[in-house]
């Protein structure tokens, strides 16, 4: 049994394990650049959507840029799949928004810190199938719940607003209601160019980093055709975006432990813990199906040990909490990547083009950052997803719904955790005469 762990523990910590087989197979050389090239064009398309996420989860867009590197070269390193990117996701946006109007920066960390060593200790314990069993149904309703709620948080963005919008849905309805009339129409106009131009252009060709196009033509429209119409920038609101990033940040304990402070404290490292290990799992899972592997596959133990690795790693090094991000996984698939070199490649060029880009990216319009959050999500929810869940049950359906309702009105932890709790009471009742059979399919075209 010891050496049963010990072994295990071996195996977690080696960084160069199976997952590097296709990258020695056959023409070594065409394969590594397939990896470097996948690796410069994901980091292309994630640093306006890591920019993006940080903001909406009250963080500054630097910490989105190297969290989203550190993340990547982390989970490349541990992680249990060959082909996933990691990243800044949608999913954490509630969680982290939560938080940050309470706490601090140094809290998150501390949060983030404990959600990390849960989710090693998951790996350890061999949990990840039992984490993989959360019904399909309430995937997609936390998926459709929070899409709802990244759409809504843009409002001000999108509207070119001045006013400081609240992260409750009904701040955001009641601003969208008040203030409609004073919308800027050219930040409107800027938002709904960006949302269309990202859609086009990852049907055209996944070389083609849509966001970052985007972003390049806002920055341009700001300085000519659109100059002088009061678009609010990143530096207006966030100040210059600084080139040193490697700045680490440490857990911050609280001035004084109330009982509000502990039940926040377990209650957030709680909802970490569940968004990076479904998320992460369900990604490493997509990302095999979508390549073909039939080798080495994903492993789920060693993706939770790697989450939790990414998850105390990336906020120390003044990021957030991050896991695997379907859609840049998708793509980098889509590239060819056959080996975690490309998440390694991707770290090194993101903070490259990072490095030399910040000038330029505090320039561009906020506007730009919501048309972009816009596209992400109603990216999120596909039909297929939801037409798989109706041909469930009327119990996952409901399931389904009343996730996708809670998210937005009560949260993301207190949805979920209720939901689950409702499918393990109800299900041996309630659930009949279904088959899930093809929804993991059906996630993966994410």
Not at 166 to 189: K, P, R
Not at 214 to 220: E, K, Q
Not at 297 to 318: F, S
Request: with cysteine; aromatic share 12%.
């Amino acid at each position: 049994m010891q050496n049963s762990f010990y072994r295990r523990l071996k195996f977690f910590m080696n960084p160069f394990d199976g997952r590097y087989e296709d990258l020695t197979s056959g023409k070594v050389t065409q394969n590594v650049i397939k990896d470097l090239t996948a690796g410069l064009v994901v980091a292309m398309v994630a640093i306006p959507l890591a920019m993006g996420f940080a903001m909406s989860s009250g963080l500054r867009p630097e910490q989105g840029i190297v969290g989203g590197a550190v993340a990547g070269l982390m989970g490349a390193l541990f992680g249990g799949s060959k082909y996933q990117v990691y990243g800044p996701t949608a999913a954490f946006i509630p969680v982290i928004a939560g938080l940050m109007a309470t706490y601090n920066h140094g809290f998150l960390v501390l949060v983030s810190c404990i959600a990390g060593v849960m989710l090693m200790i998951s790996g350890l314990l061999q949990l990840g199938r039992i984490v993989e069993k959360v019904p399909h149904s309430i995937v997609v309703g936390f998926t459709i719940g929070i899409a709802i709620v990244i759409a809504f948080s843009q409002v001000g963005e999108i509207f070119g607003l001045h006013k400081k919008v609240g992260y409750a849905l009904m701040d955001q309805l009641s601003v969208l209601y008040n203030y409609i009339g004073q919308a800027n129409l050219y930040a409107v106009a800027l938002a709904l160019i960006t949302f269309f131009f990202c859609k086009f252009a990852i049907k055209v060709s996944p070389f083609i980093p849509g966001p970052l196009i985007a972003l390049v033509f806002g920055l341009i429209a700001a300085k000519t055709f659109f100059a002088g119409h009061d678009l609010i920038l990143i530096k207006d609101k966030f100040g210059s975006i600084p080139r040193d990033f490697f700045v680490v940040t440490t857990p911050q304990l609280p001035e004084q432990w109330t009982t509000k402070v502990w039940f926040d404290l377990f209650w957030y490292a709680g909802a970490i813990y569940v968004v990076a290990a479904i998320e992460s799992l369900l990604c490493s899972r997509m990302a095999d199906r979508l390549a073909g592997n039939t080798r080495y596959k994903y492993n789920a133990n060693k993706e939770l040990w790697g989450q939790g690795i990414v998850n105390i790693c990336t906020p120390l090094m003044n990021g957030f909490p991050h896991t695997g991000a379907l859609a840049r996984t998708a793509v980098n698939v889509k590239l060819g990547a056959v080996s975690p070199l490309a998440g390694v490649a991707k770290f090194t060029f993101k903070l490259l083009l990072a490095y030399f880009m910040a000038p330029y990216l505090e320039q561009v319009p906020m506007a730009c950052i919501g048309g972009i959050l816009l596209y992400v999500s109603s990216g999120m929810v596909k039909g297929q997803e939801v037409k798989e869940v109706l041909a469930m049950n009327k119990f996952h359906i409901a399931l389904m719904l009343y996730t996708a309702i809670m998210v937005p009105v009560a949260g993301f932890m207190t949805a979920v955790v209720s939901a689950i709790l409702l499918y393990a009471l109800l299900h041996r009742w309630l659930d009949r005469g279904h088959s899930e059979k093809g929804w993991v399919d059906a996630h993966e075209t994410n």
